[in-house]
């Protein structure tokens, strides 16, 4: 069994990790968090002792760390003695942060995939730019790594796995539906770090159909969903992480069509669109007439509101899931809905973070937590779909978010 965990990153995720584990810790033993700023660790731990979230007394300690150093990453994992690390800091620390863990043999857990600061939108399927080319030096050090343990990649890709298991003999179509039906009451903003939100949108928009990589431009394809709680909203196809992944994990489970959507609103549309035709969304340096190199993608994360700082204010929910279709174990056609629905003001009020934080951080502490009991220790590299899905979506369950599954109009919520 392992014990012990480091928590690299600081951000509205990393809060709700940070409550979740804390809820935990006679399972996880003592709690770490590391990130840049010291101050912000300092401040979630705060959050956890001001709520009471620590289930028995124990350690919770922060640390400073810039977590893009390999050497300095490893020797905290190893004065920790952390044989779990969440990492839920920015997408760019991932290959630096793995790199720590196999060093120090301890596992790893993140919830998007790796980024190139550099480079937007790469070759798919992603996952094999980075994270799929380093599974066998995984499996050589004997270390547990589960990439995209939230909620979008991570949850969604588990309802796959289940609908592969336990509800469909052939699988036609998987699209994944993220639909946030809250106001936060700013002007604008966006609902995670404003670097990566762009960052998804600026390039080819990437979905799996007819056994290909088809390719798109952002808000070109647009659809409208009616689902539970939220009511009708459009959607906009979108690339997104898990569709690498499943494209080639649910291939031999009738090859099926994946696409992801996501809601977005005139605004944040017209304010994108703005930006990106001014280039003010480019990751690439440009010089001012003073001489100075800023990146213009940074200068507006910069003036954007801190996503963590939307959480007081929040109201509203979320409705994530999977549309599913295909033929079921009967040979019938078969059409359903697994999904969750989350609230802000109930994600805030338990942990003080917005409920798109707290959909991302609760699959994470999960994950842990079936890494710390042996079930997930796999000794390698494995996507979520890859792992058995009822002990995690159980696990979810119990932690906060419950699984629902619309077929026709018959709405249930599934116990596992």
Request: glycine share 8%; net charge neutral.
């Amino acid at each position: 069994m392992k014990k012990n965990v480091l928590i690299i990153g600081a951000g509205g995720v990393a809060q709700v990790v940070a409550h979740k584990c804390a809820q935990n810790n006679d399972i996880l033993g003592s709690l770490h968090i590391a990130s840049r700023t010291m101050a912000k660790c300092e401040a979630i731990i705060a959050s956890v002792r001001a709520r009471n979230s620590m289930k028995t007394a124990g350690e919770f300690t922060a640390y400073a760390l810039d977590a893009m150093n390999v050497a300095a990453t490893t020797a905290l994992i190893e004065k920790t003695g952390a044989q779990i690390v969440i990492n839920v800091g920015s997408s760019f620390l991932n290959m630096s942060v793995l790199s720590a863990c196999i060093n120090a043999k301890a596992a790893y857990i993140d919830t998007a995939i790796h980024e190139d600061p550099l480079k937007i939108c790469e070759t798919p399927p992603w996952y094999g730019n980075y994270e799929w080319r380093r599974r066998q030096e995984c499996a050589r050090a004997g270390i547990t790594a589960v990439l995209g343990a939230g909620f979008d990649p991570g949850i969604v890709n588990a309802y796959a796995a289940l609908a592969r298991d336990d509800y469909f003999a052939k699988m036609n179509s998987i699209d994944i539906i993220d639909i946030n039906a809250g106001n936060h009451k700013r002007w604008f903003a966006t609902n995670f770090d404003p670097e990566i939100n762009f960052r998804e949108f600026t390039g080819q928009v990437y979905s799996w159909q007819k056994g290909a990589w088809a390719s798109n431009q952002m808000f070109e394809v647009k659809k409208e969903w009616d689902l539970p709680v939220v009511g009708k909203y459009a959607t906009y196809m979108t690339g997104h992480d898990e569709i690498h992944s499943l494209s080639r994990t649910m291939a031999a489970h009738g090859n099926p069509d994946i696409r992801f959507w996501m809601s977005f609103g005139a605004r944040y549309i017209t304010v994108f669109t703005v930006l990106k035709k001014l280039g003010l969304l480019s990751e690439q340096p440009v010089k001012t007439a003073e001489g100075q190199e800023i990146v213009p993608l940074k200068v507006v994360k910069a003036v954007l509101p801190d996503p963590a700082a939307l959480a007081p204010e929040y109201t509203g929910k979320t409705c994530i899931g999977d549309w599913i279709k295909g033929i079921g174990k009967n040979g019938r056609p078969r059409e359903i809905f697994l999904y969750n629905i989350a609230d802000h003001e109930a994600a805030y009020t338990e942990t003080g973070a917005q409920g798109i934080s707290y959909t991302a951080g609760v699959p994470a502490a999960a994950a842990a937590i079936l890494i710390a009991q042996g079930d997930w220790d796999i000794k390698t590299m494995a996507n979520i779909e890859e792992l058995p899905p009822r002990p995690f979506l159980a696990l979810n369950d119990k932690m906060g978010l419950p699984t629902w599954l619309k077929e026709g109009e018959k709405i249930e919520k599934l116990k596992f």
